[in-house]
């Protein structure tokens, strides 16, 4: 079966405009998880969907922010960018990370470079 | 507060050494603990896990035994080859549904 898959996969922005980004979780997966990840940070957690409605969030500032669709598509948007919000953004789906024997399965991320 | 840390990186080891990546954990309760791996330019992948105390996972030679008097999930793989050169990721599903990552080790194998 398909993967997860995340679009797109690189682009550049400049300082103060906002982005989209989009992940299609792998079928019949309900859970989608986004983290950014920086050499200097390593992988954050953003937040996490379940069902449409966010279930968990990280530490980011309201710049960023989400949302699940009914099919289990979800987008995660950054507006004003700042230089460091430059990061790969991963997003990762499950069946229900409730359980703790579900996994993670991973995207291939979005390389956001902002300039 | 939940928490899993693992061992800095980066390490660099030659073709056919024993690998130790080391990886602890703070949570209450039992989680449920992961070794992912990340190649280059690519998203995370499931190494191994292991769901309760004394579970060994396994997975391409790597092993992970779950140690709950010393809330450990240390990864070793017995001879390394330069594939094996990645990223690699403990992680825990702790306090809940949520995951916890480590900082992740960087791994180089030379010829």
């Known amino acids: 079966k398909a993967g997860v898959t995340q679009t797109p996969r690189y682009l550049i922005k400049t300082r103060g405009q906002q982005v989209t980004l989009s992940c299609s979780p792998i079928s019949g997966h309900r859970s989608v998880s986004w983290y950014q990840q920086t050499p200097g940070q390593g992988l954050q957690f953003l937040f996490e969907?379940?069902?449409?409605?966010?279930?968990n969030k990280g530490n980011f500032p309201g710049r960023f922010s989400g949302r699940q669709f009914s099919n289990s598509r979800s987008e995660m948007n950054v507006s004003t960018l700042e230089l460091g919000d430059s990061a790969l953004y991963l997003c990762?789906?499950?069946?229900?990370?409730?359980?703790?024997?579900?996994?993670?399965?991973f995207g291939a991320g979005s390389r956001l470079t902002v300039l | 507060g939940n928490s899993v840390t693992q061992m800095e990186g980066p390490v660099t080891l030659s073709e056919e050494a024993f690998l130790t990546i080391n990886c602890t954990y703070t949570a209450t309760g039992y989680p449920s603990l992961f070794w992912y791996v990340q190649y280059p330019g690519e998203g995370l992948q499931l190494l191994l896990k292991a769901t309760k105390a004394d579970d060994k996972g396994s997975n391409k030679g790597f092993e992970a035994t779950y140690r709950k008097e010393t809330t450990s999930f240390h990864l070793e793989k017995g001879s390394v080859q330069v594939s094996d050169s990645a990223v690699y990721f403990c992680?825990?599903?702790?306090?809940?549904?949520?995951?916890?990552f480590g900082t992740g080790t960087s791994l180089t194998v030379i010829p």
């Open positions: 969907y379940f069902s449409e409605t966010q279930r």
């Open positions: 992680a825990g599903v702790l306090g809940g549904n949520q995951f916890y």
């Open positions: 990762a789906s499950s069946f229900d990370s409730s359980s703790g024997a579900n996994v993670l399965t």
